[in-house]
């Protein structure tokens, strides 16, 4: 008995070879913004975890430095951290010290003040963090933070930083925005449990306008910020916001109606509007009291700064951009 042979095995068809190409690619197209979304929203939750853990941090720090976060200005009365070299002593209270602070002690580590989401390569973990003898420090022996942890980028020049930040301030250690410890919104910077209160954020870009008619500034500072990329769309904030509770909660808008704010007078309709975290806005009025005062006001107003100088009796701020 013959046994016929084998035919040969059938292949695809240019035509069947173009369908399971169409196929691929629009299951690709399906899939990869779904799996972008699913990165997003990792990274989110990672940076929530962490704000929070820092938030935790400062209220542990508070419980036993009467109810109130690091002020560097009156941890270093001895001057052996940094000599503010005739100065006031505020100018020790910027956003570098404050964070070394804590991290110096033990609350938290270098590797949670950068965001997941990180978009500005030239803020970084800083590696080289001196836990004891920092070398930048008065007295190595003495120092109460290592004064080489950089708020931001450039900050080779900033005062209040002692012998300088470490490599020369070429790079920055810190992506959240937090309450400056200066005048009124000083009451903030305390562990009060208040839900309300917020206190670090992922940093926001610059606004003009008033309250319920906000707009994004002109420019690196505002529309064409880094900080709009971090977890915002092309012209719009989104950002993770800490509060002195130790809640975190992301919100999509920097003015939530979360977090009402009444003014004296009617505003664009309404004298209460959700109040805008990256703005210092007069109590009267809702006008921007512009970035750089720091002391008026009870909203919330969270930035990264550098240069803290007095002026006609009160502390100003340099505030970080870009």
Do not use: C
């Amino acid at each position: 008995m013959r046994k016929g042979r084998a035919s040969p095995g059938r292949g695809f068809t240019l035509i069947e070879l173009l369908v399971v190409i169409s196929i691929i690619g629009l299951l690709i197209s399906i899939l990869l913004p779904s799996l972008g979304k699913a990165r997003t929203a990792a990274r989110e939750l990672k940076d929530g975890v962490n704000l929070r853990s820092i938030q935790q941090g400062m209220v542990i720090w508070a419980g036993t430095h009467d109810d109130t976060y690091p002020i560097p200005s009156l941890l270093d009365r001895a001057n052996s951290t940094i000599d503010p070299m005739g100065q006031p002593a505020t100018v020790k209270d910027n956003s570098g010290n404050i964070f070394s602070v804590l991290i110096f002690n033990g609350y938290f580590g270098p590797e949670l003040t950068v965001s997941s989401a990180e978009v500005n390569p030239r803020i970084v973990r800083d590696t080289k963090y001196e836990y004891k003898f920092p070398s930048l420090a008065v007295s190595e022996e003495a120092a109460l933070w290592d004064p080489g942890f950089s708020g931001y980028p450039g900050e080779a020049n900033t005062t209040g930083i002692g012998g300088g930040r470490r490599d020369a301030g070429a790079v920055g250690n810190l992506s959240f925005a937090h309450t400056a410890p200066f005048g009124q919104h000083a009451g903030t910077w305390k562990s009060t449990y208040d839900s309300r209160q917020a206190t670090l954020a992922n940093r926001g870009p610059s606004y003009d306008g008033t309250p319920g008619l906000w707009r994004l500034r002109a420019g690196v500072s505002g529309a064409e910020s880094n900080r709009l990329k971090i977890f915002g769309g092309k012209n719009s904030w989104g950002g993770n916001v800490a509060f002195n509770d130790t809640h975190v909660q992301f919100f999509n808008t920097p003015d939530s109606d979360q977090l009402p704010m009444t003014y004296r007078y009617t505003i664009n309709g309404s004298r209460t509007w959700g109040d805008n975290v990256f703005v210092n806005e007069d109590e009267n009025t809702g006008q921007p009291l512009g970035e750089q005062f720091a002391e008026p006001g009870s909203n919330a107003y969270l930035t990264i700064y550098g240069d803290v100088f007095n002026a006609g009796g009160q502390n100003l701020i340099n505030p970080f951009v870009d």
